[in-house]
């Protein structure tokens, strides 16, 4: 298993920039998928990015894209998400996941171990 901690977070007004970043350490980083997710309060967790193995390949929700960089170092074992231009409906906890195979996916059912999560709050 991979263990995943979340840090980056915090209280921020729109139009400001964050960059999260997820450390992982067990099993071998650079063999995985990872992946960002966010949950606001009563909602449903939901896909923001994911990066291939390799970094070669990434994803993105429609409506981060052009704000939001996922970008992974395989030699420092993290992973992390620019985010700029925030927006108040960027608001939730920010979750790293791992998907145990070398491609990404948008799916949480695809990811295997999740971070504790990181609270972002952006303010109007």
């Known amino acids: 298993q991979v263990q995943l901690v979340e840090s980056g977070g915090g209280l921020v007004q729109a139009g400001d920039s964050l960059r999260l970043s997820c450390a992982a350490s067990?099993?071998?980083?650079?063999?995985?998928?990872m992946g960002w997710f966010r949950q606001a309060p009563g909602k449903e967790r939901e896909f923001v990015a994911a990066?291939?193995?390799?970094?070669?390949?990434?994803y993105y929700t429609d409506s981060v894209k052009g704000r939001f960089t996922i970008s992974r170092d395989n030699a420092k074992n993290t992973v992390s998400l620019q985010m700029n231009s925030l927006k108040p409906e960027d608001t939730a906890v920010y979750y790293c996941?791992?998907?145990?195979?070398?491609?990404?996916?948008?799916?949480?059912?695809?990811?295997?171990?999740w971070g504790q999560g990181t609270q972002v709050t952006v303010s109007s």
């Open positions: 996941a791992v998907r145990y195979r070398d491609t990404a996916t948008r799916r949480v059912a695809d990811f295997g171990s």
């Open positions: 990066i291939s193995r390799s970094g070669s390949i990434t």
């Open positions: 067990g099993r071998t980083f650079s063999s995985y998928a």
